[in-house]
């Protein structure tokens, strides 16, 4: 009874497109659902020799400015002054 209300869950590989980066995992992408997704078409030849099938993703772990520590600094002050500078600085 149980494996009839929970989705197919097996090895899937998802590849990030800005990093150019790979990383295996468990997913419920790897099983045939009449809901969702479903089985990603691709797959992909991994290290161990196995095929897994593959999902592109734009952003990850390894391409992410929080993670990667690339984060742009805000210029808070400027925004401050700017706004005050707009819309005066007394209180109402």
Same mark, same amino acid.
């Given at each position: 009874? =149980?494996? +009839? *209300?929970? %989705? +197919? #869950?097996? %090895?899937?590989v998802f590849?990030? !497109? &800005?990093a150019? $980066?790979a990383?295996? !995992?468990?997913s419920t992408l790897? /099983?045939?659902? +009449? &809901? /969702?997704?479903g089985? %990603?078409?691709? $797959? *992909? @030849?991994w @290290?161990? /020799?196995?095929? #897994?099938p593959?999902?592109?993703v734009? *952003? &990850? &772990?390894?391409?992410? %400015?929080?993670?990667? /520590?690339a984060?742009?600094v805000v210029? !808070?002050?400027?925004?401050v @002054? =700017?706004?005050r500078?707009?819309y005066g600085t007394?209180?109402r």
């Amino acid at each position: 009874m =149980k494996n +009839a *209300i929970h %989705p +197919a #869950y097996g %090895p899937v590989v998802f590849r990030d !497109t &800005s990093a150019g $980066t790979a990383f295996l !995992t468990r997913s419920t992408l790897a /099983g045939d659902a +009449a &809901s /969702g997704p479903g089985r %990603p078409a691709r $797959t *992909i @030849e991994w @290290e161990d /020799g196995r095929t #897994y099938p593959v999902v592109d993703v734009e *952003i &990850s &772990s390894a391409s992410h %400015p929080f993670w990667t /520590g690339a984060a742009r600094v805000v210029d !808070t002050a400027g925004r401050v @002054e =700017k706004f005050r500078r707009r819309y005066g600085t007394g209180a109402r």
